[in-house]
């Protein structure tokens, strides 16, 4: 059975860091792209960020380029969001997610949740002083 499970949220001040985890069983991460998405109170869903499962350039969305980095550690089969310089404005809940096989994220197209079909339970972070 497909399970993502995420980890790594919490309360943060304006300025801190968190370092979610997407942890997946029931498959091999190796051959799977990965999204993370957030969805904060009375908003849509929204992509956040997306490595894929070999080469080519992650994808961020604008607001958080140059504060959030995501990384993959097949051998553990979990992906990473370091997510540095926090603002208010970042918080939500933090879903990851993986589209089908042969899924490439591109580095200037956005992610759609319409285009992922597993899904984590998602983790809460919130910013504030």
């Known amino acids: 059975q497909v399970q993502l499970v995420e980890s790594g949220g919490g309360l943060v001040q304006p300025g801190g860091s968190l370092r979610l985890s997407c942890a997946a069983s029931g498959f091999t991460l190796d051959y799977y792209a990965i999204g993370w998405f957030r969805q904060a109170p009375g908003k849509e869903r929204e992509g956040v960020s997306c490595?894929?499962?070999?080469?080519?350039?992650?994808y961020y969305v604008d607001s958080v380029k140059g504060r959030f980095t995501i990384s993959r550690d097949n051998a553990k089969n979990t992906v990473y969001l370091q997510m540095n310089r926090l603002k208010p404005e970042d918080t939500a809940v933090y879903y990851c997610?993986?589209?089908?096989?042969?899924?490439?994220?591109?580095?200037?197209?956005?992610?759609?949740?319409?285009?992922?079909?597993?899904w984590g339970q998602g983790t809460q972070v919130t910013v504030s002083s």
């Open positions: 490595i894929s499962s070999s080469d080519g350039n992650p």
């Open positions: 997610a993986a589209p089908p096989l042969g899924y490439y994220c591109s580095d200037d197209g956005g992610i759609f949740v319409a285009d992922f079909g597993s």
